[in-house]
């Protein structure tokens, strides 16, 4: 049962690193904290339903698409909210307080619209019946969700580090006001950046119903507090860093599923609690956090 | 002289008896409380029972009001409802509310035991009775708390029942020994748990292997099912709400995992809902309650099952994103309950009340079956059969198909390999 659990939190703890990622990369550019992360993870979801629903789209087809359209969502929405934002005095309290209300909104217009069922996607569309991972009946689903979250690493990886934009985005990373001050478009790096998240978001969206079984338009919170686990373990402001505590949320939920059941729920919190005593950095941070 | 005093002392005492021989003035509108959760992980057993209620008001103002028999005459329902959004503090706030502030007459609690749990307290403190629609929870009912009665389904103690003693005498009889039960750690389904391990070690016959709760909020079920699958169970019992059977349902499906003989609540209790998202296959032979919404019961007041799925349809027609299921009838079902307490209640005093709900016990029979209350208030009537989703002829559907106890029984059982 220990071996089950490591290797299924392991694969399931993946598909939280491409949940937390967007959150991460928004805040180590911005040093703002989207709390309408969650609930932009539930508006893929629901695309992935409504075009298979409607059209009969498969899902990896959908994750595609919600690509395109959710970064050009993200550019507008980066503009219309977050220079004015940055502007104030204390940006990433009031981030919290901003992006709570949109998180609220989202929720209430999704429920007003499509009611407050669940909804979800077959589960044969990525193949039905389990995959043996070292032993371990995994769902195939999982496989899928797991190498689209290994190739976002990947692409986000590539983009930090051999493209131009990603070397300016970490320009950005490092000090805001020095990147300003040498010429940068700050707000086109970050508008790009914050599509980005908003596309990732959406990405995992589309895999949840396959991972949590259905979408609801009230999951957005609960889903913003294990991502904020994830990334505060991995170190705020490090994408990279979300890789790993991904794959440590997977694990300990696995690990707490197997041998403390009921307590499981309050994981999120006790490795948030955990780190911010013992590394208050996260395990890949500096000794001195900039947030 | 002294026929003039007597006079006077006459006059006196019928004015003095008078006013206390009236009849208090009637009102001009019966307020009735509600809450419904239209967000959060509630809402997807809120909404239809709020919608089965607002249904029952709507027919009776229809029809001009509902019979008061404490007024002798028809007073229309004025129903006052309010979104707790699936949250406990939000809805203890207004149970408060809709006792101190609204003065409701009649406080009908939102659907379910985790948000009728805070409404059990209040009630009490405030002597006000509750009309539980569908909290099972064992705790709230208690021999000195007289305001408090379960309408549309039985107490959690005594609703699984059907299941054990199905598996202890045809499950025994074909080789089932060995039993898994998963549950989600909250009043309803964790009680009923509780409940049937009890039933399992008291009758020696099936061995229970496995026993866990799990939260409410779980939505991935892979590893429990592989911890399960390890310890070869013939039979597995998940109890959870219908996020949680979702999730089981697709995971247990994905994991290839085969078992005798799976139950889990919703299977069949929202059945539509289910199905929608987990789809036939993940369905097949699997056991669960049949709710009122898939078993004909013949009552003797109000519409029967075909006909409130007609008014249902008329009112929510399809693609008006209300499910129609169990839920839907216990909302319906709590309007009947108060629609024959206002006809036979002495006056709107909480414990007349009280008084007229408990007279019916035994004697009321809806599309729901017969309500039969204990003394403190739980449902002891309306235990749902087992059932099982079998494939209908030839059909790409399934059937809910009542197998247990006999004399409920519309088929039989079909145990896996």
């Known amino acids: 049962m220990l071996t089950g659990a490591i290797v299924a939190g392991v694969v399931f703890g993946l598909y939280y690193t491409l949940v937390g990622l967007g959150l991460n990369l928004v805040f180590g550019v911005m040093r703002i904290v989207n709390l309408a992360h969650g609930d932009f993870l539930m508006l893929g979801g629901i695309a992935a339903w409504w075009l298979f629903s409607s059209f009969g789209l498969h899902p990896l087809v959908s994750a595609l698409l919600v690509i395109v359209v959710f970064v050009l969502v993200g550019l507008p929405v980066y503009y219309l909210v977050v220079p004015r934002l940055l502007r104030s005095r204390d940006s990433e309290m009031l981030s919290l307080i901003l992006f709570f209300g949109l998180s609220q909104m989202i929720e209430a217009v999704t429920t007003i619209g499509l009611g407050a069922t669940e909804r979800s996607l077959p589960p044969r569309l990525l193949g039905v019946g389990p995959m043996i991972l070292l032993g371990t009946r995994l769902p195939k689903a999982w496989i899928f969700s797991a190498a689209a979250s290994g190739i976002a690493v990947l692409l986000v990886y590539l983009y930090l580090y051999r493209t131009r934009l990603g070397t300016l985005t970490r320009a950005v990373m490092v000090s805001r006001d020095e990147a300003l001050a040498t010429g940068i478009d700050v707000n086109f790096v970050s508008a790009v950046a914050f599509g980005i998240s908003i596309a990732l978001a959406g990405v995992a969206g589309v895999f949840a119903p396959f991972i949590l079984g259905s979408i609801t338009p009230n999951m957005g919170v609960a889903i913003n507090i294990t991502a904020f686990a994830v990334i505060v373990v991995g170190t705020l402001g490090n994408p990279l860093g979300t890789l790993l505590g991904g794959i440590i949320y997977g694990v300990s939920l696995m690990l707490m599923q197997t041998y403390l059941s009921s307590w499981a729920n309050l994981l999120p919190n006790l490795l948030l609690i955990a780190v911010l005593l013992v590394r208050p950095e996260g395990i890949l941070g500096r000794k001195v956090r900039r947030a | ?417």
């Open chain 2, 1 to 417: 002289m002294r026929s003039k005093a007597l006079a006077l002392g006459l006059l006196c005492i019928a004015a003095a008896a008078g006013p206390a021989n009236a009849q208090p003035a009637a009102p001009t509108e019966i307020k009735i409380g509600a809450l419904y959760a239209s967000s959060g992980p509630y809402a997807s057993i809120s909404m239809p029972v709020f919608d089965g209620f607002k249904l029952w008001v709507d027919q009776v103002n229809a029809s001009g009001g509902a019979e008061v028999k404490a007024f002798g005459k028809k007073i229309p329902i004025k129903l006052i409802a309010y979104d707790d959004q699936s949250s406990t503090a939000t809805a203890a706030t207004l149970y408060n509310q809709l006792i101190t502030q609204d003065h409701v007459d009649l406080l009908v609690a939102d659907s379910g035991s985790v948000l009728t749990s805070v409404g059990v307290p209040i009630a009490k403190e405030h002597k006000q009775f509750l009309f539980d629609v569908s909290g099972t929870g064992a705790a709230f009912f208690t021999d000195d708390n007289p305001y408090i009665a379960l309408m549309a389904d039985p107490v959690s103690t005594i609703w699984p029942h059907y299941i054990s003693d199905y598996l202890a005498d045809e499950g025994a009889k074909q080789g089932i020994k060995t039993v898994a039960i998963l549950y989600s750690t909250n009043d309803f389904t964790g009680t009923q748990a509780a409940a049937l391990k009890g039933f399992f070690e008291r009758d020696g016959k099936v061995k229970v292997v496995y026993y866990q709760g799990v939260p409410t909020s779980t939505s991935n079920y892979t590893v429990l099912i592989n911890n399960i699958a390890a310890l070869n169970p013939d039979a597995v019992l998940e109890l959870g709400y219908v996020g949680n059977d979702i999730a089981f349902l697709r995971n247990l499906q994905d994991s290839g995992s085969q078992f005798r003989f799976v139950f889990t609540i919703y299977a069949g209790t929202e059945k539509e809902e289910i199905e929608k998202n987990v789809g036939i296959s993940a369905m097949t032979n699997i056991f669960s309650y049949v709710p009122a919404s898939n078993y004909e019961y013949t009552p003797n007041f109000g519409m029967n099952l075909t006909e409130f799925h007609d008014a249902w349809l008329k009112k929510y027609p399809v693609g008006s994103n209300v499910a129609f299921g169990a839920n839907a009838v216990y909302g319906y079902m709590a309007g009947l309950v108060i629609d024959r307490t206002l006809a036979s209640t002495k006056s709107l005093d909480q414990m007349d009340i009280h008084d007229a709900v408990f007279g019916l016990s035994g004697q009321l029979k809806t599309l729901d079956s017969t309500f039969v209350l204990r003394k403190d208030g739980a449902q002891i009537g309306e235990v749902t059969p087992l059932g099982q989703l079998q494939p209908a002829g030839g059909k790409e559907e399934l059937d809910l198909v009542a197998v247990y106890p006999p004399d409920l029984a519309k088929g039989k059982a079909v145990l896996g390999k």
